[in-house]
């Protein structure tokens, strides 16, 4: 996991369908919705104190994919260097045809199928 400043303090990460999570505390909307339709996974913290718990070291997952639903938060657990680990909701705003643009890998994906 890499910190980087993305102008809304946002954390890059890996998760295991070969994509990309971007975790953050807020969007601006425009950048959004490309994030979503390049086949991205914009995500904000439900509690934004949890932005506190991540540290550089640590190994994310995000559950909940398999069951990906409008409305209904993601769980990412971190995996901290000396074993801990923490777990947290995430939250965000794909409606069905913007789950339809992430299970293809982007919204040109989708159109093409």
Sequence with gaps: VSTQSTGSSGINAEYGLGGKAIIVRS???IHETNLKK??????TFANPADYDKVRPDDKVSITGLTSF????PLTCTLTHSDGSVEEFKLNH???????GWFKAGSALNNMAQ
Excluded: C, K, S, Y
Aim: proline share 10%; hydrophobic share 40%.
């Design 69 to 72: 639903t409008p409305g209904v």
């Design 93 to 99: 705003t794909f409606n069905e045809n913007q789950i």
């Design 38 to 43: 390049q086949g991205m996974l914009p995500l």
């Design 27 to 29: 969007f601006a909307r």
